[in-house]
Nanobody, 124 residues
């Protein structure tokens, strides 16, 4: 397991951009990485994920074309670039990682390591 620490959240106006970072305490090599988000009284929602081969990325339909996940294994860091932010993107964003498994990459159950979350508020 690795410990994950997110940063980069904050208040931004609609249409603005933010870049979230997630630093791992250990190597992320051979681990899939993802971002989820959660609002009060709702389940944690998948946002984006990247395979361990770094070539395969998947996105929730709600963020496709606006958000981009990337990773720098040399720095054990995962990023989420968020553009064209909308009020509906307001949430606490969590970074996650996990080893190869048969559980769908879209499911929170596929990940064993979670950060503490960073809050993103999109409001004018």
């Amino acid at each position: 397991q690795v410990q994950l620490v997110e940063s980069g959240g904050g208040l931004v106006q609609p249409g603005g951009s933010l870049r979230l970072s997630c630093v791992a305490s250990g190597t992320l090599r051979m681990r899939k990485v993802a971002w989820f988000r959660q609002v009060p009284e709702k389940e944690r929602e998948f946002v984006a994920a990247q395979w361990w081969d770094r070539d395969t990325k998947v996105y929730a339909d709600s963020v496709k074309g606006r958000f981009a996940i990337s990773r720098d294994d040399a720095r054990s860091t995962v990023y989420l670039q968020m553009n064209s932010l909308e009020p509906e993107d307001t949430a606490v964003y969590y970074c996650a990682s996990g080893l190869i498994s048969t559980v769908s990459i879209w499911s929170a159950r596929a990940y064993t390591d979670w950060g503490q979350g960073t809050r993103v508020t999109v409001s004018s």
